[in-house]
């Protein structure tokens, strides 16, 4: 497999070829066709003396003048220049005479008798260097009674073929090698950032994915190539470290809740117990055991997120009446458990088409962030209502808000705010809101958080809005 580099050389020089060729091709045609115009002007002005002397039967005063006289059949009367056996007479010139036209003609001269005997070879060689002459065939009187030719061989042709071919032949042998050699410098130095890319590629690995590749000083297209490269391993590496800090986030919160299993366990060996104590083990690694299973269940979602096998289900959904019945529900549990009360304001015919168990975990995750931070005596509302094509919810709450430093961070995987922010004291996974967002950007929608400290916070989801039928 041959190199860029070398491709590039062979193409400048093939195309430096090329055109010297074409260079040459169109100086010799237009060059040609100028003498050759030239030369059917001189020999129609020496066709013109010569008709009215060879009309009246006299010697024509023309001299050095290459013609002869032929009869309509082709009969040659008299010549004088243009050897009579090595002109070939064309059928086309005999039937124009007839006709009463001129014809202009370029033949060669073989350079020896067509009679002669020799072999193919010399006779294509001899017809190959012959010298082209050009030849006027002129019909004398009306009607035609004979025909007049006047020749003139082509020698500027001739010198300006031998002229262009030996310039041509000089400046391929000394062109081409020099084209070579400047094409294969200035495609190693154009491939030069190239070169430096693939070795510093080559360098950078999972433990060193802040090495970038050098960004070439020009703004062209490999710089544009190194720019796109280093964007793609900005990509990579924030990639990488999000899924070493989700493994290392997971993997203290699956410890947590094992250590504490193991202990309990433990102390319960360690001495007889009784049956409430047994129980209340027992109850405690359950509860340990659910929050295992929710946090496994969340990083599946995760998960399948990443990886592009999210399945949802999209079908036309009232979301009016799924937001009731969540509010309705989590009503109750927010006044027994917590002492927070849960209005709503929701509007009707809040349509859209989305997956029912997706959608309904979005928003009781939503419901059950605010009841962790919404102290007793707080309230929740929930309001929807449809504004410009799209669905808009809103879950606010009056806890005691989040701290600016935590607002850009609260949808990141496992992050928790400050924990005093908590009303249950509870230690929570951190995903909720991650899974939230995932969930409404997988329904074409989006999330979005605004809080002042000491006042409570407000989560609004945008979703689009569809019409029935």
């Known amino acids: 497999m041959l190199s860029i580099r070398l491709r590039l050389t062979l193409w400048y020089t093939f195309v430096l070829m090329i055109a010297l060729i074409g260079f040459a091709a169109v100086i010799f045609i237009g ?35 290459s013609y002869r006289l032929l009869t309509l059949d082709g009969q040659i009367i008299r010549s004088s220049g243009l050897p009579a056996r090595r002109i070939p007479i064309s059928v086309e010139a005999l039937e124009a005479a007839r006709q009463g036209r001129s014809w202009r003609e370029t033949v060669r001269t073989p350079l020896v008798p067509p009679d002669v005997t020799q072999a193919d070879s010399g006779l294509w060689l001899s017809a190959v260097l012959a010298p082209p002459v050009r030849v006027l065939s002129v019909p004398l009187g009306r009607p035609p009674r004979a025909i007049l030719q006047v020749g003139k061989v082509e020698a500027d042709l001739l010198r300006l073929r031998t002229l262009l071919i030996t310039t041509l032949v000089g400046a391929l042998a ?20 190239v070169r430096a890319m693939v070795e510093t590629a080559n360098r950078i690995e999972a433990e060193n994915l802040a090495e970038r590749l050098p960004e070439p000083k020009h703004n062209d297209e490999l710089g544009h190539l190194a720019r796109t490269f280093n964007q793609l391993l900005d990509r990579l590496q924030a990639a990488f470290q999000r899924e070493r800090r989700f493994t290392a986030d997971i993997a203290h919160d699956l410890r947590t809740p094992l250590a504490l299993i193991k202990s309990n366990i433990e102390v319960a060996l360690n001495r007889p117990r009784s049956a409430e104590e047994l129980r209340a083990t027992l109850i405690e690694a359950n509860g340990q055991i659910d929050r295992l299973s929710s946090l496994l269940d969340a990083a599946l979602m995760l998960a399948r997120v ?46 859209v088409r ?8 979005l ?20 309001t929807a209502a449809a504004t410009a094509g799209q669905i808009t919810v809103t879950v606010a709450d009056t806890g005691p808000g989040i701290a600016a430093e935590d607002l850009a961070h609260i949808f990141d995987r496992f992050y928790r705010g400050d924990k005093a922010r908590t009303s249950d004291g509870r230690d929570h996974v951190g ?36 019409t029935p039928g």
């Open 354 to 361: 989305g997956d029912r168990d997706y959608l309904t975990r």
């Open 363 to 382: 928003f009781l995750n939503l419901l059950d962030n605010a009841m962790q931070y919404t102290p007793a005596g707080g309230t929740i509302r929930v």
């Open 306 to 351: 990443d990886s592009g096998q999210l399945q949802a289900h999209f079908t036309m959904l009232d979301l009016s009446e799924l937001l009731t019945d969540l509010v309705e529900t989590s009503a109750v549990y927010a006044q027994e458990e917590f002492g927070q009360s849960l209005t709503c304001e929701i509007s009707a015919q809040l349509w």
């Open 431 to 466: 995903l909720g809101l991650s899974i939230a967002q995932v969930i409404a950007h997988a329904h074409g929608g989006e999330i979005t958080a605004e809080s002042t400290p000491g006042q409570g916070s407000r989560f609004t989801v945008r979703l689009p809005r569809v």
């Open 31 to 65: 060059g040609a066709w100028q003498l050759q115009s030239t030369t059917d002007r001189e020999i129609q002005t020496i066709a013109r003396q010569l008709t009215g002397p060879l009309l009246r039967g006299e010697d024509p005063l023309v001299v050095d003048t």
């Open 174 to 193: 000394l062109g081409l090698p020099l084209a070579a050699l400047g094409g294969w410098w200035l495609a190693g130095r154009a491939l030069a950032p």
